[in-house]
C-alpha cells in the first residue's frame, strides 16, 4: 500500500475528530435531521456541479443503499448520539465499527477473519474507551442506541463502498452517494421540521464546515481509499478521529490529557499499527510464494 494512500485516508478521519466540537459548539440544539440534511445535499450537488455527470440507471438502486448507510442514516444517528451522549459515550459507540467491519467484510466480501484483524479491532475500542471516556460519563439509551446503530451503518456503507465501485473516478462517487443521502433525507426532514429554523453566522459557519470539509472533501479521500485499501484496514483508521477530538480540545480548549487518556491513544495508535502492518504481511506473503 502506497504511504500516499494511506496518508491520504488517514486525514479523513482526522478532520471528522473536529465534528464533535463544531456540532456543540457552533450547532447546539438543532435538529440532527436538519443538520444532517443540509451537510449533505449542498455538498453533493455542488460536486455534481463540478463533475457534470449524473450517475446510470442501473446505479439508482446502489446509490441509493450507500447514500443512505454512508450519510443519511449515519450522519442522523451521528447527531442524535453526540447531542444525547457525551462526547466519549459517543465515540466509544461508534469504536466498535472496525470489528463489525471484519465480520460483515466475511459476509459480503468472502474475506478471511484475521486473527490479527479482531485483535486490532478489539484493541481499538479499548484504546478509545481510555482516551475519550469518564467515570461520570451518563447513559442515555436513545443516545446509545443511535451510537450503535450510526456503527453498524458506517461499517455496511465501508463494506459495500469497496464491493460495488462504479468507474468513475473518487470525485464523481461521491457527487453521487452525498446526492442521493441528501435526497433521502430531505422529505424526511420537511416532513418532520416543516419550518426551517433561523440560522445565525456560527451557525451557518459550522454547516459550511461539515458540509464542504467534513463532508464533501473527507469523503472523497476516504472512498479514494476504500477503492485501494482492504476495509478492516480502513476502519482502523477511525481511531484517529477521537484522537484528534482528544487533540483539538487540548489546544483548543485547554483540556488537560490525563495519564488513562495517555495510555488510551497509545493502545490506539498500536491497534492502527498492528491492523495495517499484520495485514500487508499476510498480502506479501502470497507474492513472495508466487515467485
Not at 24 to 43: I, M, Y
Not at 103 to 120: G, H, N, P
Not at 131 to 138: E, F, G, N, S, Y
Not at 209 to 224: E, N, Q, V
Amino acid at each position: 500500500m502506497p504511504i500516499r494512500t494511506f496518508l491520504l485516508t488517514a486525514l479523513a478521519p482526522a478532520i471528522w475528530g473536529s465534528s464533535y466540537i463544531v456540532t456543540t459548539t457552533l450547532l447546539p440544539g438543532h435538529s440532527p435531521l436538519v443538520v444532517a440534511l443540509l451537510r449533505a445535499l449542498p455538498a453533493g450537488l455542488l460536486l455534481l456541479v463540478l463533475v457534470r455527470r449524473l450517475p446510470p440507471l442501473n446505479w439508482l438502486p446502489r446509490l441509493a443503499v450507500l447514500g443512505a448507510l454512508n450519510f443519511s442514516l449515519f450522519w442522523v444517528l451521528l447527531f442524535v448520539s453526540a447531542y444525547r451522549l457525551p462526547g466519549g459515550v459517543a465515540a466509544t459507540l461508534g469504536a466498535v465499527q472496525p470489528l463489525i467491519v471484519v465480520f460483515l467484510s466475511a459476509l459480503l466480501l468472502k474475506t478471511q477473519i484475521r486473527a490479527a484483524a479482531v485483535a486490532a479491532a478489539l484493541l481499538s475500542i479499548a484504546g478509545v474507551a481510555l482516551l475519550v471516556l469518564t467515570p461520570a460519563a451518563k447513559l442515555d439509551t436513545i443516545g446509545v442506541l443511535a451510537g450503535l446503530g450510526g456503527a453498524l451503518s458506517m461499517a455496511a456503507g465501508v463494506v459495500l463502498t469497496r464491493k460495488w465501485q462504479p468507474p468513475v473516478p473518487p470525485l464523481t462517487f461521491t457527487a453521487w452517494q452525498l446526492t442521493a443521502g441528501g435526497l433521502l433525507l430531505l422529505p424526511v426532514a420537511l416532513w418532520m421540521v416543516p419550518e426551517l429554523p433561523v440560522f445565525t453566522a456560527a451557525n451557518i459557519a459550522g454547516l459550511a464546515y461539515m458540509s464542504l470539509i467534513g463532508g464533501a472533501l473527507t469523503y472523497i479521500l476516504w472512498f479514494r481509499g476504500l477503492a485501494r485499501i482492504e476495509p478492516s484496514q480502513v476502519s482502523l483508521l477511525g481511531v484517529l478521529s477521537p484522537l484528534s477530538a482528544v487533540v483539538l480540545g487540548w489546544l483548543l480548549l485547554a483540556e488537560t490529557l490525563t495519564p488513562n487518556q495517555m495510555l488510551g491513544a497509545v493502545l490506539a495508535l498500536f491497534s492502527l499499527w498492528l491492523g495495517q502492518s499484520r495485514l500487508r504481511l499476510r498480502a506479501k506473503r502470497p507474492a513472495a510464494q508466487a515467485k
